[in-house]
């Protein structure tokens, strides 16, 4: 009774393993949470993994995870926090911009044994990502790879020269998310070789490229932001969206907007004091077909 009252105190919150002048070491992975398992997915998973596994089980008594009003509402999370003084973030005015606590991604080629200057990335090889993953209804483990959503970075070309600002080499990044399971993630915004894309996907027909006001979330929930009554600056999608042929961008009034205002496609040149605009050396023609559908050309 005794070793138990013991062991209960020891792993109670709050309580903590110390090593002092040293380092804790798990040579396999580190996982908490009563169910957590050292695979892919945390739990249910035959594929063995490898780091930290992080898993609230449903099933933890939470009542004495806080002393105040929420008790017993777990928040799974992994935290960072640093406090300035003693770090390379309170050295000065320049390092206090980027000193802060960070997730670090880096890829080696090779091994451990693999001389030091010949580990550099290699084109296409992914330096890190972010994955956003759940189960279905009719299978438990999906993969851990093809996932519905993902923020990754990749090696733009081999890393054999450091660059003249100090950087190691070019890297391209890309955001994916999913609006066809049946077709995959959708690589909606992408940064290669200097080149920056925004797409969009297509549920049953092509989705438009949306330029919009920002809309704040409500007590920090943003799911379906942007659905509904929304105003829209311009779309841009193809031509023909059925067809997916041509090319259109539209300045529009508005989805469902409740204000009417001008609509206008300008084109303006700056001084570079920027106190004045001129107009350009160029003409432009337009036609209404109908009230609610207006073209306009340019010419030189």
Known sequence: MEQQETEKSFLRQRSSLEIEQGHFKAPQGLMVGSSTEMSNRGFGDPITGFGINVMWDGLT???NLNDFV???QALPQILMKSYTTGTFQGVGASQISRGGPRLFFSSATGSVDTPELETYPLTNQELGRLAFWGSAGNTATPSSINVPALINVNAHDDWTVNGASGV???ADMHFAATSNKDAGADVFMSYEAGELVLASGKTTTSANIVLAPALQSNNGNVSSAY?????HYARANYNDIGAETGSKLSV???TNSGTVGNIALSIT???IA???TV???TAFNGRCDKWWQCWVWFTR
């Not at 659905?227 to 105003?231: D, K, R």
Request: hydrophobic share 25%; no cysteine.
């Open 61 to 63: 008594d939470s009542t």
């Open 70 to 72: 929420d008790a017993g």
């Open 168 to 170: 190691g080499g070019n």
């Open 227 to 231: 659905s509904g009554a929304v105003h």
């Open 252 to 254: 529009v009034q508005g």
């Open 269 to 271: 040149r700056e001084f």
């Open 274 to 276: 920027g106190t004045d």
């Open 279 to 281: 107009n350009l050396n």
